[in-house]
């Protein structure tokens, strides 16, 4: 057991379910380039009262046909309609970086990718994809990366 102050992340996010506390984030190894260490999957720490937390507990490693091989960032789960939806950026040599949903029946995983890559447009530098649900309708808000633009915008 740890506590929120010894966990090393990036991009925290909290899930509340049934009682429990589910932190996301990006692993504190990332990838600021291409060229640094290929991405290797995301973490899940579980807490009942946000204070002292579970160890690590993995909940997706990428296969090696995963389409994303860097810069895993900023892992977003959202329960809708019975299944875990996590939202997360990864990006490829070939690929501009994008937004992928990846899916699961426990908040704990494994979550697997539900499309074969991004859901962003594939030209556009992408990256912090959210659901927001709007009348039992699902969407997704991103960011078109200001490194593409200039301004970045959602």
Not at 20 to 31: F, N, P, V
Request: glycine residues 8%.
């Amino acid at each position: 057991m740890q506590t929120f102050s010894t966990i090393n992340i990036r991009d925290p996010f909290i899930l509340p379910h049934n009682g429990k506390y589910y932190l996301y984030g990006t692993r504190a190894a990332i990838s600021w380039n291409k060229f640094a260490a290929p991405g290797n999957g995301f973490d899940v720490y579980v807490s009942e009262d946000l204070n002292t937390w579970s160890d690590a507990h993995e909940v997706f490693t990428p296969s090696s046909n995963f389409w994303g091989k860097y810069n895993f960032w900023a892992p977003e789960v959202h329960f809708f309609n019975g299944k875990f939806y996590m939202f997360a950026s990864f990006k490829a040599d070939d690929k501009c970086r994008g937004t992928a949903i990846l899916e699961s029946d426990s908040p704990l995983g494994p979550f697997e990718p539900l499309t074969d890559g991004a859901v962003t447009p594939a030209d556009w530098e992408c990256l912090d994809g959210t659901l927001y649900v709007e009348n039992d309708v699902p969407y997704i808000v991103f960011c078109h990366e200001w490194l593409q633009i200039g301004a970045g915008t959602v």
